[in-house]
T-cell receptor
Framework: KQEVTQIPAALSVPEGENLVLNCSFTDSAIYNLQWFRQDPGKGLTSLLLIQSSQREQTSGRLNASLDKSSGRSTLYIAASQPGDSATYLCAVRLSGKTSYDKVIFGPGTSLSVIP | GAGVSQTPSNKVTEKGKYVELRCDPISGHTALYWYRQSLGQGPEFLIYFQGTGAADDSGLPNDRFFAVRPEGSVSTLKIQRTERGDSAVYLC???????????????FGPGTRLTVL
């Protein structure tokens, strides 16, 4: 059974710092991994999606890496800003020989960037 | 273009009542997902539709929960005999392609916050 964990559960950093959020999954047979941002009381906003054949994706100040063999992904945020404060969730899509498309989420990391 | 929309945004009901939650996916998206999110947790998968059919309903907690998507677009999540433990945010997501072979990116709606008193 696929399980997804995220460390740390919460993180508080001063503005301008670079930071890394971690995501681990137990079964390496994934189709893709997606990082989301969730603001309080809101839905999820997609940040980056990495296909299983890819090693990393970049968008602006964000960089996500994927190491399937070790069951890990990291989200790197450069030069953090107060507007980055939110909960960050990773989600893995299971792969298989059928059209199975189940997505398993981690519990999230709550990030606070202090001005 | 319009994103995924969900109605109502908030629903307060009494224990034992029936509720319906609606999701309007992005036009043309064939795959639709329902999730439930409790405070401090990640979204928990409930059910996945590919077109009109439920391809995977293994996440529905019990037979009080049911979802339909009769025309392959709008979906309704139905909860009978609501219980206090059903209180959560119910999220809907759509994807342009649900089958393996596409990028599989999901686009989420803002959610419906359900409170059962």
């Amino acid at each position: 059974k696929q399980e997804v964990t995220q460390i740390p559960a919460a993180l508080s950093v001063p503005e301008g710092e670079n930071l890394v959020l971690n995501c681990s999954f137990t079964d390496s047979a994934i189709y893709n991994l997606q990082w989301f941002r969730q603001d309080p009381g809101k839905g999820l906003t997609s940040l980056l999606l990495i296909q299983s054949s890819q090693r990393e994706q970049t968008s602006g100040r964000l960089n996500a890496s994927l190491d399937k063999s070790s069951g890990r992904s990291t989200l790197y945020i450069a030069a953090s800003q107060p507007g980055d404060s939110a909960t960050y969730l990773c989600a893995v899509r299971l792969s298989g020989k059928t059209s199975y498309d189940k997505v398993i989420f981690g519990p999230g990391t709550s990030l606070s960037v202090i001005p | 273009g319009a994103g995924v929309s969900q109605t109502p945004s908030n629903k307060v009901t009494e224990k034992g009542k029936y509720v319906e939650l609606r999701c309007d996916p992005i036009s043309g998206h064939t795959a639709l997902y329902w999730y439930r999110q409790s405070l401090g947790q990640g979204p928990e998968f409930l059910i996945y539709f590919q077109g009109t059919g439920a391809a995977d309903d293994s996440g529905l907690p019990n037979d009080r929960f049911f979802a339909v998507r009769p025309e392959g677009s709008v979906s309704t999540l139905k909860i009978q005999r609501t219980e206090r433990g059903d209180s959560a945010v119910y999220l809907c997501a759509s994807s342009p392609r649900g089958l393996a072979g596409g990028p599989g990116e999901q686009f989420f709606g803002p959610g419906t916050r359900l409170t059962v008193l």
